[in-house]
């Protein structure tokens, strides 16, 4: 809630009503020291590497759900938007997609490990930057 900079999320029904409030300080996601910014003019890191981050918390899955085959491996070579794992979220299976041509150098978890908001999971290396 804090990463998001939220203040307040207020959810209620017939019989119950949940308020969870805080007051937030001036809120600014940054990425760690030496990690480029992505935005829409600039959607290529400019570093030797990028990092796959948890869009919000839930369980990575590695493989498959149904067939239990890898989407990925150290070394192996990946497109940009190929996807790379599943996060789980309740009933919902969020793809993660690669934001670079690379080469996935490292897997941060494992099959089934659960991870907040901006966590790694998978670190690649730029194919721009390796040539």
Not at 37 to 50: E, F, K
């Amino acid at each position: 809630m804090r990463a998001s900079g939220l203040g307040s999320i207020e959810f209620s029904g017939n019989n119950y009503h949940v308020r969870l409030q805080y007051k937030p300080a001036a809120a600014q996601i940054m990425p760690p020291p030496g990690e480029a910014i992505m935005t829409d003019a600039n959607p290529v890191p400019v570093g030797a590497t990028a990092a796959l981050r948890a869009p919000m918390p839930g369980t990575v899955l590695l493989h498959h759900p149904s067939n239990g085959l890898p989407f990925t491996s150290p070394g192996a070579e990946v497109q940009k938007n190929a996807m790379l794992a599943l996060l789980k979220v309740g009933l919902l299976y969020l793809p993660l997609r690669s934001p670079v041509d690379g080469t996935v150098e490292s897997l941060a978890v494992e099959q089934g490990d659960s991870v907040e908001y901006g966590s790694e999971i998978i670190l690649l290396r730029n194919a721009e930057m390796a040539a």
